[in-house]
C-alpha cells in the first residue's frame, strides 16, 4: 500500500442558492500518494473546481461542507484552524487556477501580487530579493522578457503569459501538491498545448504530488499516473490510465473516450446526449442513470458502489 | 506616466463642457428675458437715448459678438448687479460663497470620513449586527433629505443639549479676522486668532453633519456592496489560496476594487451639496452663499441666478476632475485607456 498524502472521503459538498442548497459533490473518495500524479476528469460542471477548492479551503462563502473528510498528511484539513489552514497553503497545497485572467488582481501590477506571494510562502522570507526571485522562476516558467512581465500590470499580458504568471505563483515555493485545475482550457488553442507541456516539464522535474484537472481524457494522459472520472460530483471509475483507454467500464467514461475535444477551444463536448444533473434535486440512485443507455431499474434506486473490477481499477456501476 | 495624459485629457473635457455651460447661460440670461433696454428703460425714453445705449451695450452688434462680450465681462469678474442686494453680484459672490465653501469642504470630510469607515466595517462583518447597525443607518440617512437632519440636530443638540450654536457662524462679540483669502476659517488661523477659528468651527459642526447624512450613507452602502461584489471574485480565493494573510488580502486585494464605484459617487455627493446646502444654511442662519441664492430665485434676481448656475457648474467639473483623475490612479485599466 503506497503511503497516503491526501485523501478524501465520503465528501458532500453543496451550495446556497436561492432555490435552496445544492448537493454538488456526494460521496465523493479520492487518493493521492506521495509523488504519484493523478488526473481527474469529467465534464464542465461535474464538479470538479468544487473538490479542488476544497482541498485548500478556499470555496465562495455559499459554499456548505456538509459531510466527510479531507486527510492531509493523516490531519483532516475540515478541522483545521484558521491559522493551521494558512500554513497548509503556503507550506504545503498550491493551485494553478482554471482561468488565470480572472485570477490575477486587476488593479495591481504582477510584481506586487509576485512579491506578496513569495513574502508569505518562502521561509525567511525577509532578505529575500524579491525582484532576483521573481525573475528566477518567470525564467523558469519560460515567459519570455520577464522584465517587462515583472513591471506589467494583468492586463498588459497575453492569456498565455497571465497563466505562466499564476504558474510561477504556485511554484514560488517548494509544496506537496500541486494542483491544476484546468489550467488550459481558458487559453488560446495554440498556447494550450506550450502551457500544457511546461507543466509535464514541472512535474517531471519537481517529483510532486500532483492532481491535474480537466475535462478531456486525452489531454492529461501523458502526464498523469491514474485517473479519476468524476460526474455529477463523483467518482465512478478509478483507473491506471493506460488501463481507462484499455478497458473503460463506466459507460460515460466509454462517452468520455469517444469523444474528440472541440477544437475551437470552446471546452469539450463529451458526445454523451443529456445534461450534468440538477444539483438541487439530482436523479435518486446512479446520478448518471437519466442519460444512460443501459439503465435498469436497480440504477434508479439506489447508488452503485464502488467496486474492484481487476486489480487496480474500479467501478461504480451496476451492471458490473 | 500616462497620468498626465489622463488629466489633460479630462481636463480639455471639463473646459468644452464649461464652455457649453456658458452657452447655455447666455441663452438663459440674455435672451430669454427679452430686451434687455426695455426693462432697463422708462416708457417714455426718447428713441435716440435707446439707441445709444444699446450702441453703448453692444446690443446692436450680432449675436455671437454680444456672447464674447459678455464672457470677456464674466473673466473680468463683471457678473452684473443684483436687484436684491442692490450691489455688484461679484461682491455678493465673494461675501457669501467663501463661508458656504468652508461648510462643504468640513461636510465633505465627515463623509469621506464617516462612508469609508461605515462601508469598510459594515463590509468586512457582513451579516453580523455591526453590519445591521450600519444598514438602519444607511436606510435612515439615504430616506431623509439633510434639512430635516438639520432641524432634528439644531433642536436636540443645540437648543435642548446646549451642546453647540443654535444659529450663525461666529457668537456675536467675535471679531471678524483681517480679510486675506476671505475664508473665515483659513483668515483666523493666519491670524492667530484660535479661538475665532475654535468658535467657528464649533458653529460649522452641526450643518456640516446634517449635510454629510445623506451622502455618507449612500456611499457607505456602495462601499459596502462593492465589498461583497469583489469579495467573490476569482483573484481574491487564488490570494487566499497562495497563503496571503487575512489583513493583506482585505486592506489592499479587496478594497481598492471595491471603493471605486463609491468614489464616483462620493464625488457627485460632494458636488450637490451646494443644492443640498440650501436648505441647511436656511435652518442655520449660515451666512452662505446657497441661503443668498435662494433667496435671488424667489426675487428673480436674474443675474443672480446665472451666477448661482455659473458656480455650480464650475464646482461640478472641478469635482468631476478630482474623482476621474482618483479613479484612475485607483484603477490602472482607466490610465491605460479601455477597460478590458
Ligand atoms: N459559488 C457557487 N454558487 C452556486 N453554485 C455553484 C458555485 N460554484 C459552482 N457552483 C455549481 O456547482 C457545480 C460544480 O461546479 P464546479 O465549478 O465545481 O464544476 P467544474 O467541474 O469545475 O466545471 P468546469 O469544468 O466548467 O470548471 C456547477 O453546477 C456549478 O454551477
Ligand atoms: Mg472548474
Not at chain 1, 463529451?270 to 440504477?299: K, L, M, N, V, W
Not at chain 2, 462643504?104 to 445591521?132: E, M, R
Request: hydrophobic content about 45%; charged content about 20%; some cysteine.
Amino acid at each position: 500500500m503506497a503511503e497516503g498524502l491526501l485523501e478524501i472521503k465520503d465528501l458532500d459538498v453543496g451550495y446556497k442558492t436561492y432555490r435552496g442548497v445544492t448537493s454538488v459533490l456526494y460521496n465523493l473518495n479520492l487518493k493521492v500518494n506521495r509523488n504519484e500524479t493523478i488526473g481527474v476528469i469529467g465534464e464542465s460542471g461535474c464538479g470538479k473546481t468544487t473538490t479542488m477548492k476544497t482541498i485548500n479551503q478556499i470555496l465562495p462563502d455559499n459554499a456548505v461542507i456538509k459531510s466527510g473528510e479531507v486527510n492531509f498528511k493523516g490531519k483532516d484539513i475540515l478541522n483545521m484552524t484558521e491559522k493551521e489552514l494558512v500554513k497548509l497553503r503556503r507550506r504545503n497545497v498550491s493551485m494553478i487556477p482554471q482561468d488565470p485572467t480572472a485570477s490575477l488582481n486587476p488593479l495591481f501590477k504582477v510584481k506586487t501580487q509576485m512579491k506578496d506571494v513569495l513574502k508569505y510562502s518562502r521561509q525567511n522570507s525577509e532578505d529575500l530579493d524579491f525582484k532576483e526571485e521573481t525573475i528566477k522562476l518567470f525564467n523558469s516558467v519560460a515567459l519570455s522578457d520577464p522584465e517587462r512581465v515583472y513591471d506589467s500590470y494583468p492586463f498588459q499580458l497575453s492569456g498565455g503569459m497571465r497563466q505562466r504568471v499564476c504558474i510561477a505563483m504556485s511554484l514560488a515555493a517548494p509544496k506537496d501538491l500541486l494542483i491544476a485545475d484546468e489550467p488550459t482550457t481558458n487559453l488560446d488553442v495554440t498556447i494550450q498545448d506550450q502551457v500544457l507541456r511546461l507543466i509535464g516539464e514541472i512535474l517531471e522535474e519537481m517529483n510532486f504530488s500532483a492532481i491535474l484537472v480537466s475535462q478531456a481524457l486525452g489531454l492529461v494522459k501523458k502526464f498523469v499516473d491514474k485517473i479519476y472520472v468524476v460526474y455529477g460530483g463523483t467518482v465512478i471509475e478509478i483507473a491506471d490510465t493506460e488501463k481507462i483507454f484499455e478497458n473503460p467500464i463506466h459507460p460515460y467514461t466509454k462517452g468520455l473516450i469517444e469523444s474528440t475535444p472541440k477544437l475551437t477551444g470552446g471546452g469539450f463536448s463529451s458526445g454523451i446526449a443529456g445534461q450534468t444533473p440538477d444539483y438541487i434535486d439530482p436523479p435518486s440512485g446512479c446520478r448518471f442513470h437519466p442519460r444512460c443507455p443501459h439503465h435498469s431499474e436497480d440504477c434508479k434506486t439506489e447508488k452503485p458502489k464502488m467496486r474492484e473490477f481487476e486489480k487496480n481499477h474500479y467501478v461504480a456501476c451496476w451492471r458490473q | 506616466m500616462d497620468m498626465k495624459k489622463y488629466i489633460g485629457k479630462r481636463l480639455f473635457w471639463a473646459i468644452i463642457s464649461l464652455f457649453g455651460l456658458s452657452l447655455f447661460i447666455f441663452y438663459f440670461g440674455r435672451i430669454i428675458p427679452g430686451d434687455p433696454i426695455e426693462m432697463m428703460v422708462g416708457p417714455r425714453t426718447p428713441d435716440h437715448v435707446i439707441e445709444n445705449l444699446r450702441q453703448s451695450l453692444a446690443l446692436d452688434r450680432p449675436l455671437y459678438i454680444q456672447y464674447f462680450i459678455w464672457l470677456r465681462n464674466v473673466f473680468q469678474g463683471d457678473l452684473g448687479f443684483s436687484i436684491v442686494t442692490k450691489r455688484s453680484v461679484t461682491t455678493d459672490v465673494k461675501t457669501y460663497l467663501p463661508r458656504t465653501l468652508e461648510l462643504i469642504t468640513y461636510a465633505a470630510a465627515f463623509q469621506i470620513v464617516g462612508s469609508f469607515l461605515l462601508g469598510i466595517f459594515a463590509g468586512s462583518n457582513i451579516n453580523k449586527w455591526q453590519d445591521h447597525v450600519i444598514r438602519i443607518f444607511s436606510y435612515i440617512g439615504v430616506s431623509i433629505p439633510a434639512f430635516v437632519f438639520a432641524i432634528i440636530f439644531q433642536l436636540t443638540f443645540a437648543y435642548q443639549l446646549g451642546w453647540f450654536p443654535v444659529t450663525g457662524a461666529l457668537t456675536s462679540g467675535f471679531a471678524h479676522p483681517p480679510e486675506v483669502t476671505g475664508f473665515l476659517g483659513i483668515d483666523a488661523l493666519l491670524a492667530g486668532q484660535f479661538k475665532t477659528f475654535i468658535n467657528f468651527v464649533h458653529h460649522a459642526t452641526l450643518p456640516a453633519i446634517a449635510l454629510a447624512i445623506p451622502g455618507t450613507a449612500q456611499v457607505a452602502r456602495m462601499i459596502r456592496s462593492g465589498m461583497i461584489t469583489i469579495k467573490q471574485k476569482e483573484y481574491i480565493s487564488m490570494a487566499k489560496g497562495f497563503g496571503l494573510p487575512e489583513r493583506t488580502i482585505r486592506f489592499k486585494y479587496l478594497l481598492r476594487p471595491s471603493i471605486i464605484p463609491g468614489v464616483t459617487v462620493l464625488g457627485m455627493q460632494i458636488a450637490m451639496m451646494l443644492g443640498n446646502a440650501f436648505l441647511v444654511e436656511m435652518v442655520f442662519r449660515w451666512p452662505g452663499f446657497s441661503r443668498h441664492a435662494i433667496n435671488a430665485m424667489l426675487h428673480s434676481d436674474l443675474n443672480t441666478i446665472v451666477a448661482t448656475v455659473m458656480i455650480i457648474g464650475i464646482m461640478f467639473a472641478i469635482i468631476n476632475l478630482v474623482v476621474d483623475t482618483i479613479v484612475a490612479y485607483i484603477d490602472p485599466r482607466i490610465r491605460y485607456g479601455g477597460r478590458s
